[in-house]
């Protein structure tokens, strides 16, 4: 019904940059929010960043003026630039995305499978 696909995790080096990608499909009507949260082995799922269809974004303060949430609203793809990457950036990312079916009034949160991103010291 719909899938959300996470791409772009990997190893990198502290100072390093990574770009994730999450392209939603399926039966859609409309996407509001679209968001990136991660998991830290032993830790809850935090927000890192959201972005609403009208660009509206928030991010957390640890990633305050390091990472960057965009989204292009006609491939219904968001994207999360990650410079001067730090081995406490070391989680699952995931992506989620707040929105309406076709022929339906509720919105529903899908997530992705998680991408995984690891930051060497």
């Known amino acids: 019904q719909v899938q959300v696909v996470e791409s772009g995790g990997g190893l990198v080096q502290a100072g390093g940059s990574l770009r994730l990608s999450c392209v939603v499909s399926g039966d859609i009507f409309s996407i509001n929010v679209m968001a990136w949260h991660r998991q830290a082995p032993g830790k809850q799922r935090d927000l890192v960043a959201g972005?609403?269809?009208?660009?509206?974004?928030n991010y957390a303060d640890s990633v305050k003026g390091r990472f960057t949430i965009s989204r292009d609203n006609a491939k219904n793809t968001v994207y999360l630039q990650m410079n001067s990457l730090k081995p406490e950036d070391t989680a699952d990312y995931y992506c989620s995305s707040d929105l309406n079916l076709k022929g339906r009034i509720a919105q529903y949160r899908y997530w992705g499978q998680g991408t995984q991103v690891t930051v060497s010291s």
């Open positions: 972005i609403t269809s009208g660009g509206s974004t």
